[in-house]
């Protein structure tokens, strides 16, 4: 049972009366999975990371090898991880029409997986892996049969540490054959935005076109470090209509936002969804 504090108490009374009959977009990022088990990148106990670039990852093997033996070594526990009471909350915003769709930041896939159906992944998704030379693509799970096959002596060690994108930092990447394309034999890459590249044109426009056709946008999860997020909350603010952020710590949008959490994601988006549609979780189908 979720007993807020009163600064919380105070903001879910204001938030409710401000987003009471109107449609919302909701846009998340990586503090929405990390009831899921995913950590977060920058919050508070957030791992320390050096991203691959991708520029990195194309100039050669041996970052290629890096990435696919860390990468590989996170998917067991990242594809495992299960949609938390804050990805079900959206989802049933959605069915009841109260939300016109999520933009999300997250690429783990579980908003797909709680129900919701207008998912907009503006930093794609690891479920899929594509060439870079002839575009086939493939399931992220048959290449990671393959990669087992491959590397019969690479084993999953659950004490590492999981990364925010599914990956963890390996001790051996030595031997480790890299997975290629079976059409061309070409460069394969995770359908993912890296550092160093930029969200897809026809994806933002899509992640727009759900801020406009909205009435409300409720961030949640998001420092708003990354320009993507913060380009659409300055959409929402040039069209005048209210923001609302549920985020613990500060981010780059608190000032323009017409109510700030500083709470957890998955217990404000339960509340708001009780009071907005008038359902419980344990009542949602």
Request: glycine share 10%.
């Amino acid at each position: 049972m979720f007993t807020p504090d009163a600064a919380t108490a105070d903001a879910l009374e204001r938030a409710i009366e401000l987003l009471n009959g109107r449609r919302l977009a909701i846009l998340t990022g990586a503090g929405v999975s990390t009831d899921s088990g995913i950590p977060d990148y920058r919050g508070e106990g957030a791992p320390v990371r050096t991203p691959m670039t991708a520029q990195q990852f194309l100039a050669g093997e041996d970052a290629r090898r890096r990435y696919w033996v860390g990468s590989h070594l996170g998917w067991r526990a990242f594809s495992a991880a299960q949609p938390n009471a804050g990805h079900r909350a959206i989802a049933d915003l959605e069915r009841a029409g109260v939300a016109t769709g999520v933009v999300t930041q997250n690429v783990d896939g579980l908003h797909l997986r709680a129900g919701s159906r207008r998912v907009v992944e503006l930093h794609g998704t690891m479920r899929r892996v594509f060439c870079t030379h002839c575009g086939q693509v493939f399931d992220r799970r048959d290449l990671a049969a393959r990669v087992e096959a491959d590397n019969p002596w690479l084993s999953v060690d659950e004490d590492l540490p999981l990364g925010p994108d599914g990956d963890v930092s390996p001790d051996r990447v030595e031997g480790f054959r890299i997975p290629a394309c079976t059409v061309c034999g070409g460069v394969l890459k995770p359908d993912v935005v890296f550092f160093g590249e930029f969200v897809p044109t026809e994806k933002f426009r899509e992640a727009e076109q759900l801020v406009h056709a909205s009435q409300a946008l409720v961030v949640a999860g998001s420092s708003l470090v990354v320009n993507s997020g913060i380009r659409l909350v300055e959409r929402a603010r040039r069209r005048r209509i209210p923001v609302v952020i549920i985020n613990r710590g500060v981010t780059r949008a608190d000032a323009r936002a017409s109510i700030k959490f500083d709470a957890g994601t998955s217990e404000v988006l339960s509340a708001l969804r009780d009071a907005l549609t008038g359902r419980s979780e344990a009542h949602a189908g």
